[in-house]
């Protein structure tokens, strides 16, 4: 049963890895806009098209 | 100041391919570093190398038909995109907390024991930190503010839940004894902010619907395409369009006249409503009604940009201003609070006594969260902002939520006549005798050449019932009109005239004209203000739920009994300077709404609990009248009614649930029925309840009158 305490501290890894993930997320600006992306992939011309990188203003 | 993130608000984003259409133009620019155009908002972050960049983009855009202006973002938008940001962070911190937590309790739950279960116990505490700490600062914060107020706010009991429910638990963990509630902690944390995090999101779309328009969206308009003139929505309409307006139609948007020239009615603007002649090459105003046949001008500026919007834009502020009605139920909801809080202190001194520990934990932390009132701060902010969303669609302006509970509290209603109950213009009522078909050719003749309201009344009575107009040439006929006497002419050797009735003739001469022929009266003609379509049905609906209406007029008696008789109000009062107005209203004071326009009756409107202003310029309405009524539209009134009325009665049944379910949850949690893991579900779960209650409260079908 030791195997549990190698779980636990990965589980604690695991989810600390989820939770850094959506505050980048959030930090980039990826849901200050949920209405736009949806119809952008609808998009159907080859052109690549210039994408947000996400900074805030001022910064 | 280079590299900057530079906001604009793009017009005309109507769908999703006119924006990738300019995110490929974009490309074609060096030196932009990054363009983000939201298709909802139309709303575009742009950043270049440096500001001729921006500049050259904004402008070639211009060109294809989507002009824009900077937007200077202030300190409260990104306060709030800030705040925004945290709140999510805080959500998934609680809901991780939340879930891990889970996990590790329900083995304990399902049997784990000694150092297993303490291993799994240490784990939640563990994990339930980051969910105290961070997420649960949303709470500390609220309670730490209504601390400095020395008020008991909804996040007091939930501070205390929270700090007595960890250290209780930590306290039985150290102990190794029983009553560890770590789980039931983390998941009032998580529930409670997905509940605050939705009505916040709600709450703010509510407000932005409420918004002022001049031009409902579904009004629509003929424009010039290549294909020929289509009907479009105003929404739809852009600048540089040409747009045909048609009489009595509202213009959409500023602009300037072509060659034509055309009278339009600014009441909206200058509170002046006699015709307003816009010569050629004058500009036109979004807002004013056309009087003439029709228009056609190109379009410079829609909506926000029009100098109607921007007043608008300046003098409104919505508020969710407390009613008394709202102060008395949050005063409730104190005293509520801190006998929740002395309760739970009590019952818990109590099982203290009588020495059961485990049941004084349990008991009081599931009191304290199964009490707390969040449904009635949940519930009434909402009620009230769906409420000013609501009456914006009935071309409403209202500018603070307390109106509502003035409006339901009303037992008179005083109406202003000309232009309130009427439409201000002239129409025949009464002909002494019926004209031979030459004599009206002659009387038309006569009057077309006149601009007095009296003759264009008389030619719209004559033409009903004529068909075949022969028209007289100015030789052998003419006419001429002397100011504030009549209409003269010779045709045949006869004197022709239509003027004002003799005062000794009749004791009202003031809408009484006589038809001559070489001084021999042929007809006399009495006329009155028309009624407008909609005064009776709502006169006879305010009179239904029991309101007592009255006219004021400034007008002869004999005029206004006569819209009386019309309207079944038998309570009128004339001749009124306003001043004496203002006496009637002051002596029904108490609770009373005065309807009328906003210069004559502005005195009378200020003095009165309810005033409903609908004719004047929109800036001063706005300052004398509580609620401004666009387009005159009077049969919004009774609406107003329905809806203040089922407010309030929304509101009443809300507190009532909310607080005979928190008593009967104290109760029970007291008594040991609930514990406090329940209690942690039930909370945020009637707290859900009573916002759908809210929003299906107040969907138009549960309010609105058919009429």
Known sequence: ?59 | MENQLRTYQLENISCPKCAFKLEKEAQNFSGIQSFDLNIATGQLKLKAENEKICHDLTEHFERLGHPSREIQLTDKDNQERKEHKRELKKLAVAGFSAGNIMLFSSAVYTGAEGSFAQLFNWGSFLFLLPSLLYSGQTFFNGFWASLKRREASIDTPIVVALGLGTLLSLYNLLAGSEGIYFDSIANLIFLLLIGRFFLKKFQAKALLESKVQIIPDHYSYKVKTEAGWIQKKASELGPEDEIQVLQDQIIPGDGRMGTASVYVNQSLLTGESTPYLVGPGSPIYAGTQLLSPQLTYKVSSLKDQTRIGQILNDSIQLKLDRSNFVSFIDRLGQNFTIGVLLLSLAGFSYFMLIGDQLAAFDRTLALLVVACPCALAFGFPLVLSLGLQRARNLELLVRSADIFEKISEVKNIFFDKTGTLTQGQLKVIEQSNPLEEAQKQILLHLESHSQHPVAQALIRHLKTDSQDIRFFSRQEFPVHEELGKGVFGEYAGIQYSVRRADSNAIEDNNNVVDFYANEDLICRFSLEDELRDQSKKSVEYLKKIKLESYILSGDHEKSVAFTGENLGIDKYYSELSPEEKLQIIKRHSGKEMMIGDGINDSVALAASHVSVAMAGPIEKLLQTADIVLLNNQIKHIPQVFALSHHIIKTLTWLSLFSISYNVVCAVLALMGYITPLVAALLMPMSSILVIMFSFYRMKEGQWKLSM
């Open chain 1, 1 to 59: 049963m030791e195997i549990i305490y190698v779980m636990l501290a990965l589980s604690v890894i695991l989810a600390g890895s989820f939770i850094y993930a959506f505050f980048w997320a959030a930090d980039h600006n990826q849901f200050s806009d949920l209405y736009s992306p949806k119809w952008r992939i609808l998009n159907d011309e080859e052109d690549e098209i210039l994408i947000d990188d996400g900074e805030e203003n001022g910064r």
